[in-house]
């Protein structure tokens, strides 16, 4: 079993995707072989017998070989550079302050309605975007619901993981047809589980709760000190959901028009000491709710430990520009 290296000694690559650069160096060695080759053939047809080995008598051909090697060192080590190997000690960072905020983002069917541009579901994922952006520092989850609901994404400081999780969500994430709010809800309170921090729940769904009692859940997100802020996706004069053939229809053959339930996103909100928000193209409620979110108290988040490693390229510019001078100053004439 191979020794396991201490991990202030790890090595990471910040651009490992740099490394196919390391194909050049393969390339240039084979290019080298063939050229190499050619050379001395041409050679040995216009310079027949011992005029070859007067021409080159004062040509070293180890010294050749050995620019070479720095040549193709000094590409190797450029390609290392921007790879950006990094590695030194882990530190311990403390604890700063903020809030855990909980994503809970309705993927039911409705949420395909084209009132909103492209449609309610991109449109939502596209703001949510900007405000993950604006709550970097805070801890943040992710809870993708429809007929239920489960958490995507624990509390996280890790902005990028959050936008991965984030782009991961479609109508197609959850089997279960339908709008359960209360899941949704009750899937967040689960995940903040004992934190002491400010605790908010920001919903982002149409409001059409066709299963389960959302009321239930916000009194149980109220007992435990979480703010619901309710974003009505969608408009208040309906939208037809799109399907594979044209628009939902009920039994009786009639268009289905989805409507934002602005009603019952009020409640929910005002049971928890919440906000409600209507979004429309404009885009103005994703504005005032990070407003009424950046006026919430913090609290001093848990302490925690990360990694955090030196940038160690500069060490690989410097042994590159060190052997283009070595390849350079090298001369292929023989000594005297």
Not at 3 to 11: G, K, N, Q, R, T
Not at 198 to 212: A, M, P, R
Not at 231 to 250: H, M, N, R
Request: glycine content about 8%; hydrophobic content about 45%.
């Amino acid at each position: 079993m191979p020794p396991v290296l201490p991990e202030e000694f790890a090595v990471i690559l910040g651009e490992y995707t740099n490394l196919w650069l390391l194909l050049i160096v393969i390339g240039l060695i084979c290019l080298e072989i063939i050229l190499w080759n050619k050379k001395k053939r041409l050679i040995a047809g216009l310079f027949p017998g011992g005029l070859t080995t007067l021409i080159f008598k004062n040509w070293d051909k180890r010294k050749h070989l050995i620019r070479q090697i720095f040549f193709l060192l000094a590409i190797l080590f450029l390609v290392l550079a921007l790879a950006r190997p990094q590695w030194g000690r882990k530190t311990e960072v403390a604890g700063q302050k903020g809030i855990d905020v909980m994503i809970a983002i309705d993927v039911s069917k409705s949420m395909l309605a084209q009132d909103l541009t492209p449609n309610r579901l991109e449109n939502a994922k596209t703001s949510l975007n900007l405000i993950i952006d604006e709550l970097a520092g805070n801890r943040i989850g992710l809870v993708a619901f429809a007929g239920t609901g489960f958490i995507n994404c624990p509390l996280t400081t890790d902005v990028g993981a959050v936008k991965i999780f984030l782009k991961s969500i479609n109508t197609d994430l959850i089997p279960d047809p339908g709008t359960d709010i209360e899941s949704a809800i009750r899937e967040c309170v689960k995940a903040f589980s004992k934190s002491t921090n400010s605790k908010v729940i920001i919903l982002l769904t149409d409001g059409e709760e066709l299963s389960g009692s959302a009321l239930s859940a916000a009194e149980l997100a109220q007992k435990e000190g979480i703010r619901i802020f309710a974003v009505g996706i969608g408009s208040l004069e309906g939208s037809p959901i799109p399907t594979a053939g044209g628009f939902k229809k009920d039994e009786k053959g009639n268009i289905i028009m989805s409507r934002v339930n602005e009603e019952l996103l009020q409640v929910l909100s005002r049971k928890t000491g919440g906000r409600a928000f209507l979004i429309s193209q404009d885009r103005t409620g994703f504005q005032k709710l990070f407003a009424a979110i950046a006026l919430l108290p913090k609290q001093r988040l848990k302490r925690s430990v990360a990694y955090q490693y030196q940038e160690r390229f500069p060490i690989f510019i410097f042994l590159c520009l060190l052997c283009l001078a070595a390849e350079m100053l090298i001369s292929e004439r023989k000594n005297a």
